[in-house]
Nanobody, 124 residues
């Protein structure tokens, strides 16, 4: 019912910035919480950030607090991830997710829909 497409991933230098976008289509996205996860080969999918339906509540992984900012524009059915002070350890495939309830948002359990991911590579 909801399709998510990420974009904006590319090669960047350590210390640089990047903005990822997740565009939703199909069902109304304004009723869903949005989130970003990232995944590296050989590691579990890692929570990055989440935002509730109207942007009033956010959650961040400790590893990205102070560096990353999640936001959304429901008029554009889009969730963003602003990434600053990037480090090589941030290199991963970043995936967008959407869920209908704001509970246990740092796990994969609440999310009903997932995008295919966009590659972010940070050079040292």
């Amino acid at each position: 019912q909801v399709q998510l497409v990420e974009s904006g991933g590319r090669l960047v230098q350590a210390g640089g910035s990047l903005r990822l976008s997740c565009v939703a289509s199909g069902d109304s996205f304004s009723m869903y919480a949005g989130a970003w996860f990232r995944q590296v080969p050989g590691k579990e999918r890692e929570f990055v950030a989440a935002i509730d339906w109207n942007g009033g509540s956010t959650a961040y992984a400790d590893s990205v607090k102070g560096r990353f900012t999640i936001s959304r524009d429901n008029r554009k059915n889009t969730v963003y991830l602003q990434m600053n002070s990037l480090e090589p350890d941030d290199t991963a495939v970043y995936l967008c997710a959407a869920g209908s309830i704001w509970v246990k948002v740092t796990t994969t359990d609440p999310y009903d829909y997932w995008g295919q991911g966009t590659q972010v590579t940070v050079s040292s």
